[in-house]
């Protein structure tokens, strides 16, 4: 399987698109969103802002100005509230929107957050087996090679994640 768990900084890394854990006005925020802002210039916001905004469980891509990457896609994760409001189909839409907008560009690589990990609340061990299970099912049904990175903040969800893939 191309997959990849590296622990750092998602704003680094130099692939076909970096996955924004946004909200539903895509005009910015804390956590990685505001990360990925800082790092690409005035520039994404005003493209963000021409959107007019993201559901819940949709993805929408955009130029990735002075980010190594070439393009952000944005989506809006779920918030916790314990899983009875469909969070769970929600965080797995996310995943599969994304990649088929990866798909649609036909980009090579694509680099994720763990979306809805942050502030949104999700937790951590279930959302990581929802990102590995929806990545796991596009990559055996896409015909293209494309590289899936997970670049996890904290060790401790590297962890969950080579655990859930089996990985050392
Ligand atoms: N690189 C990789 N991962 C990161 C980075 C980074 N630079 N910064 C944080 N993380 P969060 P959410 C991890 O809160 O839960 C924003 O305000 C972080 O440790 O960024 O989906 C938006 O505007 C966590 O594991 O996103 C929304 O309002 C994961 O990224 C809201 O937060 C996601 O944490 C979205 O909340």
Not at 78 to 84: E, Q, V
Not at 95 to 123: H, N, R, T, W
Not at 134 to 156: G, H, M, R
Request: hydrophobic share 40%; glycine share 10%.
């Amino acid at each position: 399987m191309n997959i990849e768990v590296k622990v750092g900084d998602i704003t680094i890394e130099p692939v076909g698109a970096i996955v924004n854990a946004a909200n539903s006005s895509l005009l910015g925020g804390g956590g990685v969103d505001g990360a990925i802002h800082r790092t690409a210039g005035p520039q994404l916001l005003a493209e963000c802002r021409k959107i007019g905004g993201c559901p819940t469980g949709s993805a929408c891509i955009t130029k990735a100005y002075k980010l190594p990457a070439d393009y952000v896609i944005h989506t809006v994760g779920p918030i916790w509230h314990g899983g009875s409001l469909d969070e769970a189909g929600q965080l797995r839409s996310c995943y599969d929107e994304c990649l088929k907008l990866a798909d649609q560009y036909g980009l090579k690589s694509i680099a994720f957050p763990a979306i809805s990990c942050g502030v949104y609340g999700y937790p951590h061990a279930a959302a990581v087996a929802i990102a590995v299970n929806a990545v796991k099912t596009f990559l055996t049904q896409c015909s293209e090679e494309i590289k899936i990175i997970f670049v996890c903040y904290k060790p401790e969800m590297a962890d969950l994640y080579r655990k859930q893939l089996n990985l050392k």
